[in-house]
């Protein structure tokens, strides 16, 4: 299949989840979040609001698609498919912190599970076209990485959470999942854009 | 072998125009779409868009539905069975004259 066929079958395939700006309250809620623990400010007005912002944000953000680019429906087959991983991550995600927070782990299996997540999601939205391009879906696939090498860091005895001024490794990570979540999300917002044509299909665009 | 020449004759001219197959190839990867977004995917005007859409339809290929959501007018477009069919064969049909023309074109340089 040609690339700007493969492009379009791929966003139509992909069209919510390619919607990267809905991930930046979700990521500053993680990094406010982090920040507080570490903080350890017993207030609970500040997260409260947080998240109340978080959600009207969100739901604002998901208006602005709607109203510029408009609404497509994913296959019955996929939304099945996303909610059943989603409420599979989520229940791991829990465990992971739970584990991370009891035990003292020389790796973050938080880390881990959110890596492993990404990796899920990366391989969910590229297969939906023939020949997978790393181009398509960068962003996820690189976050994947960087947080599967600081979850496995500490194997090596570095602290890395410390340098940053984090309390825990389990604070650390979070902190870096909300600040991937926010820069992913800017940049897949950007790759959207650019990747939706401003000109017309010509008759001769089409070339064997 | 059949060659790239009759596999281009076999084509189906209504899908194989750019918009359309663009448009078909659209809606074989989702559910439905509304109007808005493919436009944005195709990068159509309205005009032409609805054009094209309107041949899809009358081909059975597509279903056009006007509804209201939330009190605004919104059309969604959704694709048949014989339009997923078709768009399918259509690809299968491009791969194979693509293999054809390459195979063609070693035998000519091995002449």
Same mark, same amino acid.
């Given at each position: 299949m040609q690339n700007r066929y493969a492009q379009i079958q791929f966003i139509a395939a992909n069209y919510s989840n390619l919607q !990267?700006?809905?991930m930046v309250p979700i990521g500053i809620l993680v990094i406010f979040s982090s920040l507080w623990a570490t903080n350890k400010? !017993?207030?609970l007005s500040g997260p409260i609001y947080s998240l109340i912002g978080t959600f009207l944000l969100y739901w604002l953000i998901d208006r602005y698609y709607a109203n510029t680019f408009g609404r497509i429906k994913q296959t019955p087959k996929t939304r099945k498919w996303e909610m059943l991983v989603s409420i599979l991550f989520m229940i791991l995600a829990l465990l992971a912190f739970w584990l991370d927070t009891a035990l003292d782990l020389p790796f973050s299996v938080l880390g881990l599970v959110f890596a492993a997540a990404l990796f899920e999601s990366y391989w969910r939205a590229t297969s939906s076209i023939k020949e997978r391009s790393?181009?398509?879906?960068p962003e996820t696939l690189l976050a994947a990485i960087l947080i599967l090498m600081l979850s496995l860091l500490? &194997?090596? !005895? &570095?602290?890395w959470w410390k340098m940053i001024g984090m309390q825990s490794q389990v604070l650390g990570m979070l902190l870096i999942i909300g600040i991937l979540l926010v820069g992913a999300g800017i940049w897949g917002h950007v790759r959207l854009i650019r990747a939706l044509p401003v000109e017309e299909a010509k008759p001769d665009d089409i070339s064997l | 072998m059949t060659s790239p020449f009759e596999y281009l004759a076999n084509l189906d001219k209504l899908i194989h125009e750019p918009a359309r197959l663009a448009l078909l190839t659209a809606l074989s990867a989702c559910e439905s779409a509304d109007f808005l977004s493919l436009r944005r995917l195709t990068g159509m005007s309205d005009g032409n868009l609805s054009v094209h859409l309107t041949k899809l339809e009358e081909a059975g290929l597509v279903n056009i539905q006007k509804q209201f959501i939330a009190k605004k007018p919104s059309t969604q477009l959704k694709i048949t069975k014989k339009g997923l069919a078709a768009i399918q064969r259509h690809w299968e049909q491009l791969a194979a004259i693509k293999q054809s023309a390459d195979a063609w074109e070693d035998d000519s340089a091995g002449k």
């Open positions: !990267g700006l809905k400010q !017993g207030d790393f181009s398509l879906y500490p &194997l090596t !005895g &570095l602290d | -």
